[in-house]
């Protein structure tokens, strides 16, 4: 998941005010978003709450990128953007879920931290090395042209695992009461819909075209592979409640992404090289 990350790239410069807003919409607005949801459909469970939280708290994947390759805008932006909410939310999560949670759930800090260093920076400096590593060996071209586009399939085999596991630990209260995860559809809608129309506007009335698909992809997008694997790791026996709508939100998250790509020409106009 990391090898193909382009850190180097969050250096380039050129578009200081479509990151910034970004980031304030993913650290400033969703997390406080999706904690009063939470707290409106779950305040009688509060390690479902959690769940919601943490995935708001980790901002964009690798599929950002994609998808803003996809309906063909900002890629230089988006990378931007993921490297720096990658970084960003793995070190403010821990203190955001202990402020806003913290009264009612036991919140684990040294589990948590190390945790996401096990999840999230050694795999960084490992992908940065394994990257430099193949591409001294075979060469850019290659690299790009055969290697590349391999990582994500097994990035994605290795999420679906996680989800198969976490869906399995709760598999006993799935049968017993499969309105569960009906009832887990309808707030994650919310949260989704109020996320993808926040970003719309903001995009539609102060960026261009390519920024601001951009911006609603790099605040749309969670990172629900690491928020998963957290829940997974840092709660012990309590993980697993805590990652079943975490689980679910890949069923919106994904579904969502592809529908938005279809209408990103009607709402923001086609790309100059189209008109």
């Known amino acids: 998941m990391m ?11 050129g578009d200081y005010r479509v990151q910034i807003v970004t980031q304030l919409i993913n650290f400033a607005v969703i997390p406080f978003f999706d904690y009063f949801v939470g707290q409106w459909f779950f305040h009688d469970q509060p390690l ?11 901002p964009t994947s690798g599929m950002t990128i994609s998808w803003t390759g996809f309906a063909k805008g900002n890629v230089s932006a988006a990378i931007k953007m993921t490297v720096v909410g990658l970084i960003a939310g793995s070190i403010i999560t821990p ?45 850019q071209n290659k690299y790009n042209k055969n ?9 994605t085999l290795g999420v679906l ?30 949260v989704y819909s109020g996320n993808f129309l926040l970003s719309t506007i903001v995009g539609k009335l102060f960026f261009n075209r390519d920024d ?16 998963l694997a957290i829940a997974m790791t840092a709660f012990g026996k309590e993980g697993s409640e805590i990652a ?18 279809k209408f990103t020409d009607r709402i923001f106009g086609k790309p100059i090289e189209a008109v």
């Open 161 to 190: 695992g996680v989800v198969f596991v976490a869906m399995a630990l709760r598999a006993k209260g799935i049968v017993a009461n499969p309105w569960m995860l009906v009832s887990l559809l309808l707030p994650l809608a919310i």
């Open 95 to 139: 203190f955001y879920a202990q402020w806003l949670m913290g009264t009612v759930v036991e919140i684990p800090l040294a589990s948590v931290f190390q945790q996401i260093l096990v999840i999230v920076f050694l795999p960084l400096v490992l992908g940065i090395v394994t990257q430099r590593i193949l591409i001294t060996t075979v060469g």
């Open 212 to 227: 601001a698909i951009a911006l609603v992809y790099g605040t749309v997008m969670r990172n629900l592979s690491i928020a």
């Open 147 to 155: 290697l590349k586009q391999k990582f994500p399939a097994f990035s």
């Open 3 to 13: 090898i193909n990350l382009q850190v180097k790239e969050v250096f380039s410069g």
């Open 48 to 58: 479902i709450a959690l769940g919601l939280l943490l995935s708001a708290l980790l």
């Open 244 to 261: 079943l709508i975490i689980s679910m939100a890949y069923i919106i998250q994904v579904q969502a992404a592809a529908w938005y790509v």
